[in-house]
């Protein structure tokens, strides 16, 4: 049973990324909303946070997060790895219950269920498995296309919202390059089982750290604008969702489709994305959003 492939080694290695993951969104989200609003979006956004000891402490947990997590795709599916990835907001809530030293409400223990239910559910009965990265000239890369298209249009269309909104379209851009990041990571390291020089002679390897480098920006842009009840939940959500849907059309990962696993692969990820959505509104999470108002947005 494709299922039962799924090593305890391979989950304990997700586990460890997501939770890496989660603590360095914590401690970059604290360092970016401290910065002007005028320089989301702008390189010198990122330029003035590598001054910032804690912005670099997290990005030095997530480096290792995704590591961890490149190994976990090199071993497993992109669609088997990335729903285990999603429970980073699980660890980012936890260690901001500690810093804030408050008890957990029931809304978070809802959330907390419906995210580790939904994950469940939608492994058990979607036993994702099989795949394999096509040649680099394929068509069914083309789909790459399509998610540039998609983030970009995220980013345009939040330029001109209101602050809580753009902080949620920038997210969710970052959540959709963040997905596209793991298709490639994937793509790369199965490349380099035939040696460097095969890989270096695809483009995937080229792509991935200019979408790493965009999706951080957007990201950390996301965090500038507003805490993280509302800019990290829509990047915890699309990024397994795009990785998921890359995964299928790319790299055609199988997924179980009789009547009763769609069914259950779908409220898995709808329970997934509403788990996260009520985490993210945790007001663990949201203790600086007294002073969005007091924020002055510098002219871009």
Not at 151 to 162: S, T
Request: net charge neutral.
């Amino acid at each position: 049973m494709p299922w039962g492939e799924a090593s305890l080694v391979v989950i304990a290695v997700c586990l460890g990324a997501a939770c890496l993951l989660g603590l360095g969104y914590v401690a970059q989200q604290h360092a970016a909303y401290n910065l002007p609003l005028g320089e989301m979006l702008h390189p010198r956004l990122l330029l003035d946070l590598a001054r910032a000891p804690l912005w670099l402490m997290g990005i030095g947990l997530m480096v290792c997060g995704q590591l961890l997590g490149a190994f976990a795709l090199w071993q497993a599916s992109v669609a088997k790895v990335q729903p285990i990835l999603a429970t980073s907001l699980l660890f980012a809530l936890t260690a901001a219950h500690v810093v804030y030293k408050e008890h957990f409400a029931l809304m978070e223990w809802l959330g907390a269920v419906l995210v580790s239910g939904g994950v469940t559910l939608f492994l058990f009965f979607g036993e994702p498995h099989g795949g394999h990265p096509p040649p680099h000239n394929s068509l069914r890369w083309l789909v790459v296309l399509l998610v540039l298209v998609v983030a970009a249009v995220l980013v345009f269309a939040g330029r001109r919202c209101a602050l809580a909104t753009k902080a949620m379209l920038l997210a969710a851009a970052a959540g959709v390059l963040y997905g596209l990041q793991d298709v490639l990571t994937r793509s790369t390291v199965i490349s380099l089982g035939n040696g460097p020089g095969a890989a270096l002679m695809t483009w995937q390897p080229y792509l991935l750290p200019c979408v790493a480098v965009v999706g951080l920006l957007l990201n950390q842009s996301a965090f500038d604008a507003a805490p993280l009840r509302i800019s990290l939940p829509a990047t915890t959500a699309a990024e397994p969702i795009v990785a998921i849907v890359l995964g299928v059309a790319i790299f055609a990962e199988k997924l179980q489709v009789t009547p009763t696993a769609l069914a259950a692969e779908v409220i898995g990820l709808i329970a997934m994305v509403t788990g996260i959505i009520i985490l993210g509104r945790s007001p663990f999470l949201a203790k600086s959003e007294q002073e969005a108002a007091q924020r002055p947005e510098e002219p871009e």
